[in-house]
């Protein structure tokens, strides 16, 4: 259990706790980065061999990334819970524990994308017809409600050990419960989309602020989205999943060793705390109970050594 329960969750525990740990953020971005900048190049080069490519292709960039991005949810889910990190042990741990979820999530994500632009490409062709426009709002709540589940689920993958079935039904009751975080997280990925945008208009060169991004992205801007992602869903995990988990595994603990220590007790042990009435309360075990109960301990332990 992590131990962020023990701090607030604020700008500046966020700020400080992120450049406390640049330089090993720093090495788990270089890390994904090398597989994106493969992708991107392929892309390139596809590119050029063949005029273009369609958002289809380009979108394929969700699925395959997906694994990657396991990595670095729990470099930054481990970083949130002020775990201690591993840089390089933490994020291909997080990709051989969970590739698998992620990469299902990601599918769905990709089929939603590409959902979206054959949507707008009918509206666009069919002049905004009325069943289309009903469609493409039904496509963007769906949309809407998945992104904001998927705030929780791929944090909960790697925090958590539970079903596929039982994260995402948690994920979207965790919409309500954590609705402030997500929109948090909202306002910080469209501030830093803003941020982007103008870093391109102003410069004003198309090849001059691509290599910009670029050298963005190389440096800190995948931690820093999935470390904002990470930080705001797991406050919500932890309050509502983790710590309630916790407190239920202590009590079956507790009772399991409870139950232990009175396998142990022997007829001898009993008999004296059996004699009187037995309505009266003992202590028995570091525990008061009535001695109506010792008694069928009592009677329990006879047939055994009968």
Partial sequence: ??????????????????????????????????PLAIYIGAAVL?????????WFVMFLVIPLMSPFFAGLTNVCRKLTANQGIEPVKDYFTGIRQNWLFFLVNSI???????????IIALNRGTGGNGAVLAYMIIMLITSLVFIL???SALVMAVSVELRYA????????????????????????LFVSFLLYTTVVLIQQYVVS????G??????????????????????IEKHIILPYSSEQQRIKRLQEEKKKDE????????????GDPEEYVFLNGKTVKRKTVLKMLEVKRQQTS
């Fill in 215 to 236: 050298v963005l992205t190389l440096v800190f801007l995948p931690t820093l989205l999935m470390y904002t992602i990470t930080y705001n869903a797991y406050q919500t």
């Fill in 264 to 275: 142990l007790l022997t007829v001898e042990d009993l008999e004296p705390l059996a004699e």
């Fill in 46 to 54: 596809l590119t050029k061999l063949l005029g273009e490519l369609s």
């Fill in 1 to 34: 259990m992590s131990d962020t329960n023990a701090r607030k969750y604020n700008l500046a525990d966020f700020f400080s706790n992120y450049f406390a740990h640049f330089g090993q953020l720093l090495l788990v971005n270089l890390l994904f980065c090398l």
């Fill in 108 to 118: 769905f994500l990709y089929a939603l994308t590409a959902g979206m632009f054959v």
């Fill in 210 to 213: 691509m290599i910009v991004i």
């Fill in 166 to 189: 039982d994260i995402i039904k948690n994920s979207l009751v965790l919409i309500g419960k954590g609705l402030v975080n997500h929109l948090k997280t909202v306002f910080a990925l």
């Fill in 149 to 151: 589940m998927d705030f």
